[in-house]
Nanobody, 114 residues
Framework: QVQLVESGGGLAQFGGSLRLSCAAS????????MGWYRQAPGKQRELVAN???????NYADSVKGRFTISRDNAKNTVYLQMNSLKPEDTGVYYC????????WGQGTQVTVSS
């Protein structure tokens, strides 16, 4: 089992920045990839970015050049630095960890005002 705790969401203005954190605990050695997903009201959950144990990253086209995913292995934590925020970035952001199973955090709200 893997437990994920997210933090760092909140309210930002158009063009502003926020940083999300996701701390993993439990069977962390089994994790091979971690990522961030988001879900806007009335829409399906979508991938924002992920990073594997080798450090390879993958981003949704809509966030390339604005968001950066990174990981601190010593702290078992993954970060999502979000810059140049837009109102369409608004949603609930979920941390995900992939091992033998798929684990989700509780979600953190990000709201970007225009």
């Amino acid at each position: 089992q893997v437990q994920l705790v997210e933090s760092g969401g909140g309210l930002a203005q158009f063009g502003g920045s926020l940083r999300l954190s996701c701390a993993a605990s439990g069977s962390i050695l089994s994790i091979h990839r971690m990522g961030w997903y988001r879900q806007a009201p009335g829409k399906q959950r979508e991938l924002v970015a992920n990073i594997n144990t080798g450090g390879k990253t993958n981003y949704a086209d809509s966030v390339k050049g604005r968001f950066t995913i990174s990981r601190d292995n010593a702290k078992n934590t993954v970060y999502l630095q979000m810059n140049s925020l837009k109102p369409e970035d608004t949603g609930v952001y979920y941390c995900n960890a992939r091992s033998k199973g798929s684990y989700w955090g509780q979600g953190t709200q990000v709201t970007v005002s225009s």
